[in-house]
């Protein structure tokens, strides 16, 4: 995982078990996997973490998230099909608000969203 210099605010964490190897900063599946392309999370890995082990999940608060591309503050993000933040077009669902940017593949921090 690259070094990123964004900050977080958790309020909610949930100990999960990793049904898959999990990457920390990507979106979480309820299932405890790594989520899918635009599906509703359960929240963000706050670390990375070994099929099988238990590991905790921002559910609320705010999140680092990695990107698969560029994201300006106060973009809706949903998740790709890796994990990472994407914006959010369309009827696709919203996992959170960015509130830092990146101009590439990167590390914002967003504001969850229930």
Not at 20 to 26: F, G, K, L, S
């Amino acid at each position: 995982m690259a070094i990123n210099k964004n900050t977080y605010n958790p309020v909610a964490i949930q100990s999960v078990k990793a049904t898959v190897d999990i990457t920390a900063n990507r979106f979480i599946s309820f299932a405890g996997g790594i989520l899918g392309n635009e599906l509703k999370s359960l929240g963000v890995a706050e670390v990375k973490a070994a099929s099988g082990d238990m590991f905790p999940v921002i559910s609320l608060g705010t999140a680092i998230v990695e990107t698969a591309t560029g994201i300006n503050v106060g973009d809706n993000i949903t998740s790709d099909a890796n994990g990472k933040g994407k914006l959010a077009v369309a009827l696709a669902p919203v996992n959170g608000r960015a509130l830092t940017s990146t101009a590439s593949a990167g590390f914002v921090t967003i504001q969850l969203v229930p």
